[in-house]
């Protein structure tokens, strides 16, 4: 088992930034790939970004690239998401996945462990 446990969402204007975390704990292994998705209501779970277990390979969808950067630290067995240039829909519901495969996946069910979600409400 690997639990996740995401932090740092909050409410912030537009134009501002926020870092989220997810530390994961128990069986976690080496080789495992992180990602991040979001959920406003309403819409399909959407995938935001991945980092590869080396933390050499990144993937971004189109719509947050250039604003957020995902990174790990694999000592601390935590990922982070820094989003900065927030605009008003990317508010969310952040989850962060845990997948047991090396490189990244692009989809939910290609992750094993999700954690609980943090909101993120960008104002306008």
């Known amino acids: 088992q690997v639990q996740l446990v995401e932090s740092g969402g909050g409410l912030v204007q537009a134009g501002g930034s926020l870092r989220l975390s997810c530390a994961a704990s128990g069986r976690t292994g080496s080789w495992y790939n992180m990602g991040w998705f979001r959920q406003a209501p309403g819409k399909e779970r959407e995938f935001i970004a991945c980092?590869?277990?080396?933390?050499?390979?990144?993937y971004y969808a189109d719509s947050v690239k250039e604003r957020f950067t995902i990174s790990r630290d694999s000592a601390k067995n935590t990922v982070y998401l820094q989003m900065s240039s927030l605009k008003p829909e990317d508010t969310a519901a952040y989850y962060c996945?845990?997948?047991?495969?090396?490189?990244?996946?692009?989809?939910?069910?290609?992750?094993?462990?999700w954690g609980q979600g943090t909101q993120v409400t960008v104002s306008s």
């Open positions: 980092v590869s277990w080396s933390g050499g390979s990144t």
């Open positions: 996945a845990y997948r047991r495969y090396p490189s990244c996946g692009f989809n939910g069910y290609d992750y094993d462990y």
